[in-house]
C-alpha cells in the first residue's frame, strides 16, 4: 500500500562570522560563529513503509543513499530513541551544493529528525532532537531551530540570537569545487593569544541593519587558508572582488563563496569579458541570490 508523503524545506545556512578559537581533546575545533538560515533550500518528502526498512532515493548522481548519509543515519537514531517498527522512505531533491560549506548534509539530517518524529507521532521537542542532531554533524543541531544564532564549542552550544532577518539579500557563487572539511582544518593556522576576532563588533553591525557594516566586519578563520589550498577558488575570488570592486567571503569550511548585496548589474558587465567566460564554464560557476530566514519559515512544511 502506497502512503502520502509529508515535505519539508531544508534550508542552507550562510557563516557570518566564523572563528577556530582553539583544538579540543575529543579531536574538535572550538568555535565561535554567527549562522544565519539563508532561502536555497533542497526539499525533504518522506513517507511511511509497510515494512521496517529506512530507505532514501534522490536524483543527485554523487550523493550516497546507503548508511553514509545523513538522512538516514538521523532516521536510525530517532528509531533505535523511539523502538519504531515502521520504516521510512525518504526523497531529497538536492539544489544546495555538496562540500560547499552551506550546511545541506546537516540540514537534511534536521529536517529528517523532523519528518520522521512527525509521522512516528513522537511529538519530541526541539531539545530533544537537537540532542539526537549533534551526533550527526556539528552544524545540524542549529537546523533544528533555524533562524539566527550564535554557535559555540564545536557548533552544538547555540544562543538563538532574537533579531529580524537581515532586510538584503546576498549573493552566492557556487562552483563545482569540493571543499572538505577535515582538510581545511589540518591546513589551518589557528591564530595566537589575543589573535582572535571578537564577534561583538560583529553582531553590533547586524544589529544595525546596515549591509555594508555587515559585509566589512564578516569574517571567515578558514578564508585564507581554503583560497590558498584550492587554487581555482583562490583564482575565483580575487577576480570577483576585483570586477564587483565589493568584500566576496567564503562561507564555512567551503566551498561557497557570497557576497552582502545583488550582483545583477555588475555581473551583466561581466558577461562580456572572456576570463569571466572562462571562469563560467571551468568552474561550473552560478549566481543565486538568496534571501535571509526566519524561523518560522525555516522550519515550513510544505
Known sequence: MRHPATSIVSNAKINLFLEVVGG????????????????????????PRDDADLTLETAHPTLPIGGDNHILAAARLLSRRLGARRGLHFLLEKNIPVGGGLGGGSSNAAAA???????????????????LAA????DAPFFVRGGLALAEGRGE????????????????????????????YSCLRLPGRGQTARVDGFLDALRSGDPA???????NR?????????????????????ALARRVLL??????????????PA?????????FQELRNSLALRTVEARFVSRSAANMAL
Open 24 to 47: 579540543r581533546a575529543d579531536g574538535y575545533h572550538d568555535i565561535v560563529s554567527v549562522m544565519h538560515e539563508i532561502d536555497l533550500s533542497d526539499r525533504l518528502s518522506c513517507r
Open 135 to 138: 551526533r550527526i554533524g556539528s
Open 251 to 264: 562561507t564555512g569550511s567551503g566551498s561557497t563563496l557570497w557576497s552582502v548585496g545583488p550582483a545583477g
Open 157 to 184: 552550544i547555540l544562543t538563538p540570537l532574537d533579531l529580524p532577518p537581515p532586510d538584503f539579500p546576498i549573493t552566492l557563487f557556487l562552483t563545482n569545487i569540493h571543499s572538505r572539511t577535515a582538510r581545511a
Open 213 to 219: 557594516a555587515v559585509s566589512a566586519v564578516s569574517f
Open 113 to 131: 529528525l523532523r519528518l520522521a518524529d512527525r509521522l512516528w507521532e513522537a511529538g519530541l521537542s526541539d531539545a530533544a532532537l537537537s540532542e
Open 222 to 242: 578558514f578564508e585564507k587558508t581554503v583560497l590558498a589550498d584550492i587554487p581555482a577558488l583562490g583564482g575565483l575570488h580575487r577576480f570577483l572582488e576585483k
Open 267 to 275: 555581473l551583466e558587465r561581466l558577461e562580456r569579458e572572456c576570463a
